[in-house]
């Protein structure tokens, strides 16, 4: 069973910093993905950003280009989110979830395991 944690949510003001983390466990493949994906009030869920184990490949969402990096450490098995230059616009909780079709494309229907979300708040 494939078992997600967040970390790293919280109340920033615009122009700030954070670091999510997604611990993952119970990966018995290779050949997986892990993306963030965010839901604001209202709205529906979106990606963020994903990343291919296979060959590291990653996809960021326009709205987050340049101030958003997602990376890895394969040894602790956690995945990251580094968000910088933060805007009231990315207020939302933010979910990190694992895929086995391997790609990068954060197509959130390919996307079967989630973790529990984390609430971040980004303050004008």
């Known amino acids: 069973e494939v078992q997600l944690v967040e970390s790293g949510g919280g109340l920033v003001q615009a122009g700030g910093s954070l670091r999510l983390s997604c611990a993952a466990s119970?990966?018995?493949?290779?050949?997986?993905?892990i993306g963030w994906f965010r839901q604001a009030p209202g709205k529906e869920r979106e990606g963020v950003s994903c990343m291919s184990n296979s060959d590291a490949s990653t996809w960021y969402a326009d709205s987050v280009k340049g101030r958003f990096t997602i990376s890895s450490d394969n040894a602790k098995k956690t995945v990251y989110l580094q968000m910088n230059s933060l805007k009231p616009e990315d207020t939302a909780v933010y979910y990190c979830?694992?895929?086995?079709?391997?790609?990068?494309?954060?197509?959130?229907?390919?996307?079967?395991?989630w973790g529990q979300g984390t609430q971040v708040t980004v303050s004008s």
């Open positions: 119970g990966v018995t493949t290779d050949d997986y993905a």
């Open positions: 979830a694992a895929s086995t079709y391997g790609n990068r494309w954060c197509i959130t229907y390919e996307y079967d395991d």
